[in-house]
């Protein structure tokens, strides 16, 4: 799963993979602003095919939230 994620963040973001680790956040990536955060939420909603709540989107700002997150979607 974590894979998946990092490679839509890598395509959303534009960058590469070996700056994305449990450190990586939105408030160290200048290029995750809120535009690309709603792109990124679309794009893990259609990976995952699972929708987020408004409260899980605000709180999806690093790596290992997402990866949480999706995994008590994906395991229910």
């Not at 959303?12 to 450190?23: A, C, F, G, S, T």
């Amino acid at each position: 799963m974590r894979n998946r994620i990092k490679k839509r963040i890598m395509n959303v973001l534009n960058i590469n993979e070996e700056i994305i680790n449990d450190d990586f956040s939105q408030g160290v990536c200048q290029k995750w602003d809120s535009l690309r955060h709603l792109n990124l939420v679309i794009e893990l909603e259609d990976e995952f095919d699972i929708s987020f709540e408004p409260e899980e989107i605000a709180e999806m700002i690093n790596l290992v939230v997402i990866e949480k997150i999706i995994g008590e979607k994906l395991n229910g």
